[in-house]
């Protein structure tokens, strides 16, 4: 499974010259990446972004003359920031989902050690 590359219909992303074969290898289990690992995928998805940002800018400045494609880049653009942003704000809440998780199970940890040490204080 750590070989594999991911099934989807992204290859620009996939054979862009920023997509190294740990980035993929990454991409292709999410569920048992680290923390560092989930880290390079954001940094690499930020440049990604603003590769593809450049590069429609640079083509809207080559296009000029032709106005209605150009807002139906600027939709699709805008479709894809706010698919983004949903997935960022997944992201988070997962990380705060699991961040509960722990500190609810040392508050539990805690609380079982203080009536190990109250139970043995009193001999019982």
Not at 30 to 45: I, S, T
Request: some cysteine; charged content about 45%; glycine content about 4%.
């Amino acid at each position: 499974n750590s070989g594999e590359v991911p099934s989807c219909n992204c290859s620009m992303y996939l054979n862009h010259r920023l997509t190294s074969s740990e980035v993929k290898a990454c991409l292709s289990d999410l569920k048992v990446l680290n923390k560092a690992d989930f880290k390079g995928l954001l940094m690499w998805r930020d440049k990604m972004r603003a590769e593809r940002k450049a590069a429609l800018k640079s083509q809207e400045d080559s296009d000029d003359d032709d106005d209605e494609s150009d807002g139906g880049d600027n939709a699709g653009e805008m479709d894809s920031d706010a698919e983004d942003e949903q997935i960022q704000s997944e992201i988070d809440e997962l990380r705060k989902k699991k961040i509960r998780e722990s500190k609810r199970k040392k508050k539990k940890e805690r609380e079982l050690a203080a009536k190990r040490r109250k139970r043995a204080a009193f001999g019982m």
